[in-house]
Nanobody, 115 residues
Framework: QLQLVESGGGVVQAGGSLRLSCAASGNIRTFTAMGWYRQAPGKEREFVAG???????KYADSVKGRFTVSRDSGKNTVHLQMDRVVHEDAGVYYCNARLGPNDTWGQGTLVAVSS
């Protein structure tokens, strides 16, 4: 059974950078998509960024130009590089892997943004 483990969360100053990682227990080349979602307190989980076949990437408008998602297939890891972080980026970040209709989620990693 696939497992996803996120790491890299913590406190980041507004305007700063943070890098999240998601390590998968299986071969990530088999997945249709892998990416990141986040959930802020009192809000629904929302899409942040995803990677797809042939190296395509997609971003939420709110993070476009500031965040970069990437896959390291050799290490079965997906990263989210967060630059120019703003307060609205705070929340629990979840790694997601999709294969057909099935989604697998990590346990989440918390990102807090300080002034």
């Amino acid at each position: 059974q696939l497992q996803l483990v996120e790491s890299g969360g913590g406190v980041v100053q507004a305007g700063g950078s943070l890098r999240l990682s998601c390590a998968a227990s299986g071969n990530i080349r088999t997945f249709t998509a892998m990416g990141w979602y986040r959930q802020a307190p009192g809000k629904e989980r929302e899409f942040v960024a995803g990677t797809y076949a042939a190296g395509r990437a997609k971003y939420a408008d709110s993070v476009k130009g500031r965040f970069t998602v990437s896959r390291d297939s050799g290490k079965n890891t997906v990263h989210l590089q967060m630059d120019r972080v703003v307060h609205e980026d705070a929340g629990v970040y979840y790694c997601n892997a999709r294969l057909g209709p099935n989604d697998t989620w990590g346990q989440g990693t918390l990102v807090a943004v300080s002034s």
